[in-house]
Each structure stands twice: as structure tokens, then as C-alpha cells.
């Protein structure tokens, strides 16, 4: 995590990639051209894929390629290119399984209360993403924290991703990016989570990815630490939250922007 959070261009670290893990081919082009990117404006980077997508609204949603073969994509990318990866685990039988395969665990904002997860995940050493409930206050996030740091593992990120509003919207309280900046690790900002707009009719998530840019540019001026967004070569056929990912080809257009402001405020 120290390369992250310290790297000497100054810049804010970027976790991103596609929803899901579709297929290698896929997921090698993605972060390909990510990596091409951050190395080009200095950000230290992640890629992102979920290995399965088990919080789904229907029964036919997609949810995968097969546990193995994902994870083993997801392997294969951080050796081709040199760079760390991130996936969502679940329940605390997948923590050890999954750490084999990649640097960071990440923990579902609806599961982020849950302590054996939290311990599992502890307990693999890797670095722990926390997403922010959706129903928590940035400060009740201290003590999500707290559980893997107790478990005995210090390398705890914290993500917020909007809260509830209504029905079936998100909003984001930027305030919560210097409130949980005082628990003493990285904070991420989720732009493309924080645009979804849940539980619709149709039983698919809707989204603003409209609004990606100016919720990102408000992020990055508020002063997280790191960003988190999904991004797909063509969000429409995308088997996963296509209604609110960036498109990969606007990526290096809105880093180039955010880089800028990053270095404003500082």
C-alpha cells in the first residue's frame, strides 16, 4: 500500500477496470490501456475486476465466468504488466482462496459490518478495502476499520460510494472523504458506484455516468486519496453495471483533468 499512498508525483492512486471479469482477452485490453495511461500521467494504479458477483437483483443476472478461471485472469494481468490487482470476496470461506490470486480484498459496502468477513480477510495479509454501507455514517466506518486492524493487519483502505437517498437513488456527502480520513488510512472515492441508482422496477441497476466527471473532479478536491471506477470498452454490452461504468476510451480525458486539479490543490 506505501507505493500507493506515496508515490513522488504526488498523485492520487487509481483503482479500475471492468465490473466483472468477462473473459481474459477482455480484461488484458482493459488494463493494457490503463496501465498506459497512469504510467503517462504518473498515477500509481490497480486494476479492478470482480471475480463473481454475488449481490445481484435477479436470479438470471450474470454473475460469472467460473471462480478459478477469473481469479486466474486476474493473476494473469498483475504478471503480465507488473501491477497489483483488487476483487471483491463475499463470505470469510473465499478470503484465503482469493488472496492467492490477488493484492488487495475488497469487502462489499453491504457487507462491511460483517466480522468474520472482516477477520478473514485480516488474517491473508493482504491490504483490505472497506467500501463504505450504504446505510452508515462515514464515522461508524472507524469501527469496520478497527476489526482488521485488531485482527492484526494495519493495511486497511476505506471507500466511500455514496448513501442511500430515497428509494432508488445515491447521494455522495463529500464531507465523509475528511471524516474518515482521521481514522488514519487512505480513502477512496467510488465515482461509478456512487452514480447507481438501485432497486429499479426492471430489476436492473440504473445510473448517471453523465455525472462520472464532476463527481470525480469533487473527489479528487476534497482531497481523497485515491479513485475507484469501473470502465468497459462498451458499456452497453457490459454483463454488469453497464448503466453506470466510464468508457474506456474518455479514461485518459478525465485523468489528465483530475491530475490537474490534484496538483491545484496541492
Known amino acids: 500500500m506505501e507505493q500507493l499512498t506515496h508515490n513522488p508525483a504526488g498523485n492520487f492512486f487509481l483503482l479500475a477496470g471492468p465490473c466483472v471479469i468477462e473473459g481474459e482477452d477482455m480484461a488484458l485490453r482493459i488494463a493494457e490501456k490503463a496501465v498506459t495511461i497512469t504510467e503517462k500521467l504518473n498515477i500509481p494504479y490497480v486494476f479492478k475486476g470482480s471475480y463473481r458477483k454475488a449481490n445481484r437483483s435477479r436470479l438470471d443476472s450474470f454473475t460469472g465466468i467460473g471462480d478459478e478461471k477469473a481469479l486466474n485472469i486476474l493473476k494473469k494481468v498483475h504478471d503480465t504488466f507488473g501491477i497489483p490487482t483488487v476483487t471483491d470476496i463475499h463470505t470469510a470461506s473465499e478470503a484465503a482462496m482469493a488472496a492467492e490470486y490477488v493484492d488487495i480484498l475488497q469487502i462489499p459496502a453491504f457487507l462491511c459490518r460483517q466480522t468474520d468477513l472482516l477477520v478473514a480477510a485480516a488474517q491473508t495479509g493482504k491490504t483490505i478495502n472497506i467500501k463504505k454501507g450504504q446505510f452508515l455514517s462515514p464515522l461508524a466506518m472507524k469501527f469496520a476499520a478497527e476489526k ?119
Open 148 to 266: 482488521v486492524v485488531e485482527a492484526g493487519n494495519p493495511q486497511v483502505m476505506l471507500t466511500e460510494r455514496g448513501t442511500t437517498f430515497g428509494y432508488q437513488d445515491l447521494v455522495v456527502d463529500f464531507r465523509g472523504i475528511p471524516e474518515m480520513q482521521t481514522f488514519g488510512h487512505p480513502v477512496v472515492l467510488d465515482v461509478t458506484h456512487s452514480l447507481q441508482q438501485p432497486n429499479q422496477t426492471s430489476g436492473v441497476t440504473g445510473g448517471m455516468p453523465q455525472l462520472i466527471e464532476t463527481i470525480a473532479k469533487a473527489g479528487v478536491a476534497a482531497g481523497a486519496d485515491g479513485l475507484f471506477l469501473e470502465t468497459h470498452e462498451n458499456p452497453a454490452v457490459a454483463k454488469s453495471d453497464g448503466a453506470n461504468m466510464l468508457r474506456l476510451d474518455l479514461l485518459e480525458d478525465l485523468l489528465t483533468k483530475l491530475v490537474r486539479i490534484r496538483q491545484a490543490i496541492r
